[in-house]
């Protein structure tokens, strides 16, 4: 699981029939201060209402077909959670 930000949202008039239905987002990667990731976005299919503005949490890869409702759609990352609130500690050595 990763964390993100979302930074937007796409909109696709066609896209495969496994797709229809579901919203697109941009999706940030950021580390656990909050600052952008050094990766670039991701376009994630949001299984939880997420909107622009919300820290999340995605999957990507396989893995990220099993939050959706059909298991055949192609999905490379997911949104399966809205980041209420963050805690972490840094630890003296550790490079988050």
């Given at each position: 699981?990763?964390?993100?930000i979302v930074v937007g949202r796409v909109t696709a008039t ?42 999340v949490i995605y999957v990507s890869g396989s893995v990220a ?32």
């Amino acid at each position: 699981m990763q964390l993100g930000i979302v930074v937007g949202r796409v909109t696709a008039t066609r896209k495969d029939p496994n797709l229809v239905g579901t919203k697109l987002l941009i999706t940030q990667p950021i580390q656990l201060n909050g600052k952008a990731s050094s990766s670039g976005p991701v376009i994630a299919v949001d299984t939880v209402g997420a909107g622009i503005g919300e820290k999340v949490i995605y999957v990507s890869g396989s893995v990220a077909t099993r939050g959706m409702s059909k298991k055949e759609a192609p999905v490379d990352a997911a949104i399966i959670g809205i980041i209420d609130t963050l805690e972490y500690e840094e630890l003296e050595g550790v490079n988050l």
